[in-house]
């Protein structure tokens, strides 16, 4: 299993998680956990992914899920659950 983290934020408007979960099903990307929350318009949502059933790279996936937050107007990260909690470990 390969875990990423990714986290979409931005005005709230329908479709955000439409979009996102269609991208992540069309390249075999799982969503293992999802957590969303909207506060005064602004949407704010993290998921734990397995990229593992995807014939792309974390880094082809990273950009194309960046591309696709441009599209619809939100900012969406995608990284390695391992860059992640080296970067959040105190």
């Known amino acids: 299993m390969e875990k990423t983290i990714i986290t979409v934020i931005g005005r709230d408007t329908v479709g955000i998680i439409a979009k996102v979960c269609t991208y992540l099903a069309d390249n075999n990307v799982n969503v293992l956990d999802i957590s969303q929350t909207i506060v005064e318009g602004y949407f704010n949502m993290m998921m734990i992914a397995d990229i593992s059933g995807s014939a792309k790279s974390i880094l082809e996936l990273s950009?194309?899920?960046?591309?696709?937050?441009?599209?619809?107007?939100?900012?969406?990260?995608?990284?390695?659950?391992?860059?992640?909690?080296?970067?959040?470990?105190?």
């Open 63 to 90: 950009e194309e899920i960046s591309h696709v937050g441009e599209e619809i107007g939100v900012q969406i990260r995608m990284q390695s659950e391992k860059i992640f909690n080296s970067m959040h470990r105190i």
